[in-house]
T-cell receptor, first 115, second 111 residues
Framework: KAGVTQTPRYLIKTRGQQVTLSCSPISGHRSVSWYQQTPGQGLQFLFEYFSETQRNKGNFPGRFSGRQFSNSRSEMNVSTLELGDSALYLC??????????????FGPGTRLTVL | GENVEQHPSTLSVQEGDSAVIKCTYSDSASNYFPWYKQELGKRPQLIIDIRSNVGEKKDQRIAVTLNKTAKHFSLHITETQPEDSAVYFCAALSSASKIIFGSGTRLSIRP
């Protein structure tokens, strides 16, 4: 079974631009969650999608948005990029979301650099 | 708001010794506590998890203990090996179904 994939792996943008990241979950997984990882803030939860619906959301500004398609692939969009958005963006997929019987499998991440 | 504190931030142990990483959580209704290992340049991987109705769980050299009254849980690695060197994250699933991660512990194993 193929693992979680994310594209692109690396991205360089300038302040004010917008960016779209993509995550393809493991086949059969319906839940996709997104995280921002930075050296200073660690791993922070952005949002979770399940069956095309946003089921949960972390404490990030409205510039961060996402969506999920019928094939469970998910995209994350960041508008009006700021320098502080530079981070590794990870997605994780699972059968049913967070919980003891739903192991989360992480993708390799997209390294976003904002100049 | 919901919070998970993790200590220490860095830990260096002699190969063969034990390592202990501790986390405390703020939401008393949290019911699931996974631990992730992230090697340099790689994605986080689940190494062990525990539910709120269990006090301890072991998997070979790794064990996790949970004290619900004190709202803390710990990761124990025995007989450490060089391949245990990594960053370890604890996490807690809050009553609002949000996963909150600790800030991470960088574990180094000295030969």
């Amino acid at each position: 079974k193929a693992g979680v994939t994310q594209t692109p792996r690396y991205l360089i943008k300038t302040r004010g631009q917008q960016v779209t990241l993509s995550c393809s979950p493991i086949s059969g997984h319906r839940s996709v969650s997104w995280y921002q990882q930075t050296p200073g803030q660690g791993l922070q939860f952005l949002f979770e999608y399940f069956s095309e619906t946003q089921r949960n959301k972390g404490n990030f500004p409205g510039r961060f948005s996402g969506r999920q398609f019928s094939n469970s692939r998910s995209e994350m969009n960041v508008s009006t990029l700021e320098l502080g958005d530079s981070a590794l963006y990870l997605c994780a997929s699972s059968l049913g979301g967070w919980g003891a019987y739903n192991e989360q499998f992480f993708g390799p991440g997209t390294r976003l650099t904002v100049l | 708001g919901e919070n998970v504190e993790q200590h220490p931030s860095t830990l260096s142990v002699q190969e063969g010794d034990s390592a202990v990483i501790k986390c405390t959580y703020s939401d008393s209704a949290s019911n699931y506590f996974p631990w992730y290992k992230q090697e340099l340049g790689k994605r986080p991987q689940l190494i062990i998890d525990i539910r709120s109705n269990v006090g301890e769980k072991k998997d070979q050299r790794i064990a996790v203990t949970l004290n619900k009254t004190a709202k803390h849980f710990s990761l124990h690695i025995t007989e450490t090996q060089p391949e245990d060197s990594a960053v370890y994250f604890c996490a807690a699933l809050s009553s609002a179904s949000k996963i909150i991660f600790g800030s991470g512990t960088r574990l180094s194993i000295r030969p």
